[in-house]
């Protein structure tokens, strides 16, 4: 176990040897980080957050209550994840079949959202600044800064990296709280 000793694990957690904690982390309440997690710097896991092996968290990713994180997820940096959404990383699971061959890895690229309650299913791509509505079942890729909703989720909208949707005239739009300037062009959001 390795955990930077600015980093603060409340008693009621437990963090397996062999994972690794980065400087400003913390683990709140009833936490079990298993061996093999590997957890940036300035994260925050909020109470009752699982973390299997081999699961990548970066620095400054925001995971709230009641997060379940399954082996072969990877966050970069700056991702929030929403209260009590879930990850998975098998396709076809059955109680009387082993399948952890078969686990898919799952990338959620910097500064992507995912809303409360949203399912993640497993083999995917979130791309940077993608925004995830509450309650939504993702089963295919996010485009970059791509709004999606709804079960199976798709595509309503574009986000700016702030977090503000954005309207786009002519192939251009402009972030209402920060002035950033983004491109739309075949189907794929650019900033300037």
């Not at 957890?39 to 379940?68: P, Y």
């Not at 509505?133 to 996010?142: E, H, L, N, R």
Request: aromatic residues 8%; positive net charge.
């Amino acid at each position: 176990m390795s955990i930077h000793p600015t980093s603060s694990v409340h008693p009621t957690a437990l963090v397996d040897d062999g994972a690794t904690l980065g400087k400003n982390t913390k683990i709140w309440h009833f936490c079990h980080i298993m061996s093999g997690t590997i957890i940036g710097e300035d994260c925050s896991l909020g109470q009752n957050v699982f973390t299997a092996n081999k699961v990548t968290l970066g620095n400054n990713v925001k995971v709230q209550n009641n997060v379940s994180i399954y082996e072969g997820v990877t966050c970069q940096d700056d991702v929030f994840l929403g209260p009590s959404m879930v990850f998975t990383n098998v396709i076809n699971p059955r109680s009387h079949v082993s399948r952890k061959h078969e686990y898919k890895p799952t990338l959620v690229k910097r500064g992507a959202s995912i809303g409360a309650n949203a399912t993640i299913v497993c083999g995917i791509t979130l791309g940077k600044y993608a925004f995830v509505g509450a309650g939504s079942v993702v089963t295919k890729d996010i485009p970059d800064y791509g709004l999606v909703v709804g079960n199976p989720a798709r595509l309503t909208g574009w986000m700016s990296e702030y977090g503000e949707k954005l309207h786009f005239s002519k192939g251009k739009a402009t972030c209402t709280a920060t002035g950033d300037k983004y491109s739309l062009t075949q189907g794929k959001v650019t900033k300037e």
